[in-house]
């Protein structure tokens, strides 16, 4: 009876564990085309100045996604947003690359994403060598937490971010580096990833996780 007991926990827990591993998200557009949009994305923009323009590049032989405009609107956040999956409590990761940038060389990721003026964000920048974590309403930013440290440009880095209710999680290159809480947004909304002014971005490997 014991072992029987012991069989059937052991299966149930794997039969949860590939559950949890079905339900991971990742866009790594290795089937788009080179120098057009992705499939699955919207794009939008926060703020003034033009609305940014996402394409796929390569880079080392992967394919990534880009944005490359360089309209230096100090104010300006392009932001592309993937059209599903919409989820509240996430692991939300993507690898990224400021390429280039004189007024800014960000990085971000979206999560809780309402519209293009009213969402979450988490950002990296190799200028000002910092990490923030924001909400945007209304069109307005506002930082509520943040990490300063070395976010070196024309380099690869992991940023990702975990939500559960009103507490929020950021890690940058595999470290936990903020914790904090807020409750702008208790519903659930889209992920995508987020630049600012004239930087210019790559992003690949983004992936999202519900959380429990």
């Known amino acids: 009876m014991w072992a029987r007991r012991m069989a059937a926990l052991v299966l149930v827990s794997f039969a949860a564990a590939f559950a949890a591993e079905d339900m991971v998200k990742t866009w790594n557009f290795q089937a788009d085309k ?21 394409v796929v590049r390569e880079d080392s032989g992967k394919r990534v996604l880009a944005q490359i ?9 392009p932001v592309a947003v993937a059209d599903e999956p919409v989820v509240k409590d996430l692991r939300l990761e993507v690898s990224c690359k400021a390429v280039s940038g004189k007024t800014d060389q960000a990085c971000g990721l979206v999560f809780r994403y309402q519209d293009e003026n009213n969402y979450y964000v ?50 940058f290159d595999g470290k936990p580096i903020i914790e904090a809480s807020d409750d702008t947004f208790k519903n659930a909304g889209k ?16 992936s999202v996780k519900p959380l429990q």
Do not use: C, I
């Open 69 to 77: 405009d360089t309209d230096d609107t100090d104010y300006r956040f």
């Open 34 to 54: 080179v120098d057009e949009p992705p499939a699955g994305f919207s794009f939008g923009k926060t703020g003034q100045g033009r609305k940014g323009k996402w």
């Open 122 to 171: 988490t950002r990296a920048n190799a200028l000002e060598n910092n990490v923030r974590l924001y909400h945007v309403v209304g069109g307005r930013r506002r930082q509520f937490a943040g990490w300063n440290g070395k976010v070196a440009g024309q380099a690869w880095h992991a940023l990702a971010v975990e939500a559960r209710g009103n507490r929020f999680q950021v890690f």
């Open 191 to 206: 992920v995508g990833v987020w630049t600012k002014a004239d930087s210019v971005t790559w992003f690949g490997g983004l």
